[in-house]
């Protein structure tokens, strides 16, 4: 099972918005609604951001938010903000009952 | 409050075995499926392996990442709350740290703090 794609990384300034975007296959994010988030800080676990497409977890904010054409699901974050930096990972589940992340973003607020 | 412990990582020289242990609390922790996931130093999230919430010995209750498959063996022990990954054959690939994950609805909704294993002589 391949990764899937994701921009190595990405900046914005604060107060613009960004976007990831996360390319897989007709078995992965193509196939399922179940493609999610996850934002890591250095040295931290990582936390979900965005589930099931388009969906946030009580206590994230309305600034994350998560979309899908295709076999490419996106993540906007609006109105970025310096606390945002981190490194941003796509997950999706698979027609072989896996999962598979993406490579990876490194986002940088300037 | 939800809470995954992990333990057990350390140094292991190439060919050895590991077990891998991660206590749950916070949650009743047979209700959930559960995974191992690992990141190499400086690399991205690799999924490993998941284990269904009851942990039978049926053939699909257990599935693994190609990458693993026959080195490695996860389970569980409801009765404890703890579930566990026993790593055999190990190689210098192996080295990353090693999360403990709660899914929920096919996502990972809860991470633990992770376990470092550094396969090396």
């Known amino acids: 099972q391949s990764a899937l794609t994701q921009p190595a990384s990405v900046s914005g300034s604060p107060g613009q918005s960004i976007t990831i975007s996360c390319t897989g296959t007709?078995?992965?994010?193509?196939?399922?609604?179940?493609v999610s988030w996850y934002q890591q800080e250095p040295g931290k676990a990582p936390k979900l951001m965005i589930f099931?497409?388009?969906e946030r977890p009580s206590g994230v904010s309305n600034r994350f938010s998560g979309s899908k054409s295709g076999n490419t699901a996106s993540l906007t974050i609006s109105g970025l903000q310096a606390e945002d930096e981190a490194d941003y990972y796509c997950a999706s589940y698979t027609t072989s009952s896996t999962w598979v992340f993406g490579g990876g973003t490194k986002l940088t607020v300037l | 409050e939800v809470q995954l412990v992990e333990s057990g990582g350390r140094l292991v020289q190439p060919g050895g075995s590991l077990r891998l242990s991660c206590a749950a609390s916070g949650f009743t922790f047979s209700d959930y499926w559960m995974h191992w996931v690992r990141q190499a130093p400086g690399k991205g999230l690799v999924w490993v392996s998941r284990i269904f919430s009851d942990g039978g010995s049926d053939a699909g209750s257990t599935i693994y990442a190609d990458s693993v498959k026959g080195r490695v063996t996860i389970s569980r022990d409801n009765a404890r709350n703890i579930l566990f990954l026993q790593l055999n054959s190990l190689r210098a690939e192996d080295t990353a740290v090693y999360y403990c994950?709660?899914?929920?609805?096919?996502?990972?909704?809860?991470w633990g703090q992770g376990t470092l294993v550094t396969v090396s002589s």
């Open positions: 994950v709660r899914s929920r609805n096919l996502n990972f909704d809860h």
């Open positions: 099931d497409v388009s």
């Open positions: 007709s078995s992965d994010v193509g196939r399922y609604n179940y």
